[in-house]
């Protein structure tokens, strides 16, 4: 089992940056691939981000390319989301994930260990 606990969350201005952490214990989590997604109110859970198990490979939802940043440290069995430049519409409930596999993976069914979330508010 591999358990993950977000922390950052909170309320921020348009515009403005925030940076989520993804703690992750238990079974060997550096092994694995991981991924940010969120939700917001009516809408499905959607990927925000992903990174290999070594961080050298990541992927980027068209919508915040170029404004997020994912990153980890396996020595510290952490992930990151860098949030610059954010906008309303980013406003969610962020989650992070763990896959069994080890490279990159983009949907949510290919994720087998999940946080509980925190919550992005964004004010305009």
């Known amino acids: 089992q591999v358990q993950l606990v977000e922390s950052g969350g909170g309320l921020v201005q348009s515009g403005g940056s925030l940076r989520l952490s993804c703690a992750a214990s238990?079974?060997?989590?550096?092994?694995?691939?991981m991924g940010w997604f969120r939700q917001a109110p009516g809408k499905e859970r959607e990927l925000v981000a992903a990174?290999?198990?070594?961080?050298?490979?990541?992927y980027y939802a068209d919508s915040v390319k170029g404004r997020f940043t994912v990153s980890r440290d396996n020595a510290k069995n952490t992930m990151y989301l860098q949030m610059n430049s954010v906008k309303p519409e980013d406003a969610a409930v962020y989650y992070c994930?763990?896959?069994?596999?080890?490279?990159?993976?983009?949907?949510?069914?290919?994720?087998?260990?999940w946080g509980q979330g925190t919550q992005v508010t964004v004010s305009s």
């Open positions: 238990g079974r060997t989590s550096r092994q694995y691939a």
């Open positions: 994930a763990a896959s069994l596999f080890f490279g990159l993976r983009l949907t949510v069914g290919e994720y087998a260990y």
């Open positions: 990174i290999n198990r070594n961080g050298g490979s990541t």
